[in-house]
């Protein structure tokens, strides 16, 4: 039987299976951005896929603590209609 790998959830702090998560990374130059392979270069922070969960992060700004960095306008934009 495989290993399934888990990650914590920065918003709600649960641990989930990987790919039930959406990933999004600080790059080395900076940039926030939606990772939807898993393995693009830089720091990165899991969220559960749920609108409630958006907007708790939007809300007690989770991603930006997790990356250290504020999150653009336009990721959570992006991560509401990977989301539905």
Do not use: W
């Not at 641990?15 to 392979?37: H, M, N, S, Y």
């Not at 559960?48 to 708790?56: D, I, R, V």
């Amino acid at each position: 039987m495989k290993k399934i790998p888990m990650r914590k959830c920065v918003v709600t702090q649960e641990r989930f299976p990987k790919k039930e998560l959406i990933r999004v990374v600080r790059t080395p130059e900076g940039q926030v951005e939606i990772d939807l392979t898993g393995k693009r270069n830089g720091h990165g922070a899991y969220m559960q896929k749920s609108a409630e969960t958006l907007a708790k992060a939007r809300k007690n700004k989770a991603l930006d603590r997790a990356l250290e960095t504020t999150v653009p306008e336009e990721v959570y934009d992006g991560l509401a209609t990977i989301i539905g």
